[in-house]
């Protein structure tokens, strides 16, 4: 060391050096508003998620996933806070905008989910189901079977109820699947989501209509916290794009 660098100054420098070479902090959230909702997306960039280059961008105010069917991957675009601190994301209500862009695609928002692949970004876990030809849009679906391998949880127009021997009992809802169907923008036009996820009852709701429920008494539930995330499914040429994203945190109750 040289003489004329103080030990104060070699410090510092220190200092410098360690944090120039460690990955960034995930963003921390924002306050809640009068209405308890939390902002998670600031409509400018990405600070505060996380996906691979080149898939995800900010357009028009709106974050844009993009991909080619030559150049496809399954992958997610992970909310940074959920990734750091999982165990608070247990129960909520989670308020999305999405649009699929392209006539073709297939997405969804993750929730309670693990990251199972970290070179893709992939994670898998319970997912409201989002496609563009409206089949399983508004259904939960276990990606990756990480809630027990249980493919199609809850399909849109029933309440599906799993109980604690892992048996599934479906009811129809007060409006058929087709009837829902019909209310859903499956591409051109923007689709607003309320999911409720408190205890082991989740709720999906689109453009005001629930378009399923669900109750997971099944030893295969998770009802600890986990990730939130956007997907891209691969195999496709697609473009989709989400806005207006908040969440408010909720008690949680077993009912």
């Known amino acids: 060391m040289p003489k004329h660098v103080s030990l104060a100054t070699f410090a510092a420098l220190a200092m410098s050096a360690a944090f120039i070479g460690a990955a960034p902090a995930a963003a921390p959230l924002g306050q809640p508003a009068a209405n308890g909702f939390i902002s998670l997306f600031n409509g400018q960039d990405l600070t505060g998620w996380e996906g691979l280059q080149g898939y995800w961008s900010v357009k028009n105010g709106a974050i844009d996933g993009s991909e080619t069917r030559e150049h496809s991957v399954q992958t997610d675009l992970i909310l940074s806070a959920s990734k750091e601190h999982p165990e608070k994301f247990v129960n909520f209500e989670l308020h999305i905008k999405w649009m699929l862009v392209s006539p073709d695609g297939n997405s969804g928002v993750q929730f309670r989910s693990a990251i199972n692949n970290p070179k893709t970004l992939h994670v898998g876990g319970y997912q409201a189901d989002i496609d563009s030809g409206g089949n399983y849009t508004g259904s939960i679906y276990d990606e990756?079977?990480?809630?027990?391998?249980?493919?199609t949880m809850s399909n849109r127009g029933e309440k599906t109820t799993w109980d604690a021997q892992n048996n599934r009992h479906n009811n129809p809802l007060a409006e058929?699947?087709?009837?829902l169907r019909k209310l859903l923008h499956n591409t051109g036009d923007w689709n607003d989501i309320v999911l409720i996820v408190n205890g082991n009852r989740v709720q999906y709701n689109i453009n005001g209509h629930l378009m399923t429920e669900m109750i997971d008494e099944s030893p295969k539930a998770v009802l600890k916290g986990g990730v939130i995330a956007l997907q891209m499914h691969a195999g496709f040429t697609m473009d989709i794009q989400f806005k207006d994203i908040s969440i408010k945190f909720l008690e949680g109750r077993i009912r």
């Open 144 to 151: 990756s079977g990480i809630a027990g391998g249980r493919g």
């Open 176 to 179: 058929s699947a087709d009837d």
